[in-house]
T-cell receptor, first 115, second 114 residues
């Protein structure tokens, strides 16, 4: 069975700091997709970043970047120059391609950016 | 383009009743997936529909069912409601596949079972 683990239920940093959210996953497949989604308070969930497993280069989107370690099955998210608008629940997700396709989510990390 | 919409936004039901939730995907998106979000279990995949066919299903009892119409709109039904069904139900749409494409989420339907 595929699983996703986010070991930090809550994190809190000061505005402008850099913060890293951890995510580990387990799958027996060689190809899959990994995602970070953001759910701001009372707002819709949106994609932060997407990574295809067979691409070794780490994905980046402006201030957001990932550290993808395929052998270690680790997919951490780094937020640089954090802003108040980054306050949200962050979910790591694994896209299972083989067999019964689905999206498996971690439990989430509640990130608070303090002024 | 208009985003994913879900109706109703809030629902209160009693145990034993049934409920139907609706989801309208982004125009052109053919894949619609449903998720249950609770504080204890997090986000769990319910099922995915593509071209009016259920393509994948999560580990939920048969009380949870759904369908998709020719215009890609989808409905989810929960029969014989239990207290544990209280949750935020999210719908998401994408171009083709739940496991590879960016999912665009709706605002959710908050279901409370009394």
């Amino acid at each position: 069975a595929q699983t996703v683990t986010q070991s930090q239920p809550e994190m809190s940093v000061q505005e402008a700091e850099t913060v890293t959210l951890s995510c580990t996953y387990d799958t027996s497949e060689s190809n899959y997709y990994l995602f970070w989604y953001k759910q701001p308070p009372s707002r819709q969930m949106i994609l932060v970043i997407r990574q295809e497993a067979y691409k070794q280069q780490n994905a980046t989107e402006n201030r957001f970047s990932v550290n993808f370690q395929k052998a270690a099955k680790s997919f951490s998210l780094k937020i640089s120059d954090s802003q108040l608008g980054d306050t949200a629940m962050y979910f790591c997700a694994l896209g299972v391609i083989q067999g019964a396709q689905k999206l498996v989510f971690g439990q989430g990390t509640r990130l608070t950016i303090n002024p | 383009k208009a985003g994913v919409t879900q109706t109703p936004r809030y629902l209160i039901k009693t145990r034993g009743q049934q409920v139907t939730l609706s989801c309208s995907p982004i125009s052109g998106h053919r894949s619609v997936s449903w998720y249950q979000q609770t504080p204890g279990q997090g986000l769990q995949f319910l099922f995915e529909y593509f071209s009016e066919t259920q393509r994948n299903k999560g580990n939920f009892p048969g009380r949870f069912s759904g369908r998709q119409f020719s215009n890609s709109r989808s409905e989810m039904n929960v029969s014989t409601l239990e207290l544990g069904d209280s949750a935020l139900y999210l719908c998401a749409s994408s171009l083709f596949a739940v496991s590879t494409d960016t999912q665009y989420f709706g605002p959710g339907t908050r279901l409370t079972v009394l």
